[in-house]
């Protein structure tokens, strides 16, 4: 079922599936990434379903300087095994990829579930390449 004006169905993305996020060369340190780039917007932490992207596009998706960014990989799986993070697809008129992942509003609770996001999270489309 499509939501309103979007013209994309709102599905359910399997544990098994990969999701991309773009990493800004700010949260990168000397090639590790810092747990400082797992942060919410507009009420979600915005990744891309691979079911519907490539890394290289999620690169390109940024608003300025894609270069700048790397691309990492998580599976919705892994996410949802973290402290009660959830992924829910939310298409976007220009993104039928966009999903969100909730993260939790108390500091301390965030600091601990950016450092297990980090734990499976990895690079798959370093910056430069």
Do not use: C
């Given at each position: 079922?499509?939501?309103?004006?979007?013209?994309?169905?709102?599905?359910?993305?399997?544990?098994?599936?990969?999701?991309?996020?773009?990493?800004?060369?700010?949260?990168?340190?000397?090639g590790s990434l810092q747990p400082g780039v797992f942060v919410a917007r507009d009420g979600g932490m915005s990744v891309d379903w691979a079911k519907y992207s490539t890394p290289e596009a999620t690169r390109q998706r940024a608003k300025k300087n894609p270069e700048n960014n790397a691309v990492i990989r998580m599976e919705a799986g892994g996410i949802r095994s973290i402290d009660n993070l959830d992924v829910k697809h939310s298409p976007e008129i220009d993104n039928r990829a966009h999903s969100d992942v909730n993260l939790p509003d108390k500091r301390e609770d965030l600091t601990k579930v950016r450092?297990?996001?980090?734990?499976?999270?990895?690079?798959?489309?370093?910056?430069g390449i």
């Amino acid at each position: 079922m499509a939501d309103e004006g979007l013209g994309f169905p709102v599905e359910e993305v399997p544990d098994a599936d990969s999701l991309f996020m773009r990493a800004h060369r700010d949260h990168l340190r000397d090639g590790s990434l810092q747990p400082g780039v797992f942060v919410a917007r507009d009420g979600g932490m915005s990744v891309d379903w691979a079911k519907y992207s490539t890394p290289e596009a999620t690169r390109q998706r940024a608003k300025k300087n894609p270069e700048n960014n790397a691309v990492i990989r998580m599976e919705a799986g892994g996410i949802r095994s973290i402290d009660n993070l959830d992924v829910k697809h939310s298409p976007e008129i220009d993104n039928r990829a966009h999903s969100d992942v909730n993260l939790p509003d108390k500091r301390e609770d965030l600091t601990k579930v950016r450092m297990l996001l980090r734990r499976i999270a990895e690079v798959v489309l370093p910056i430069g390449i």
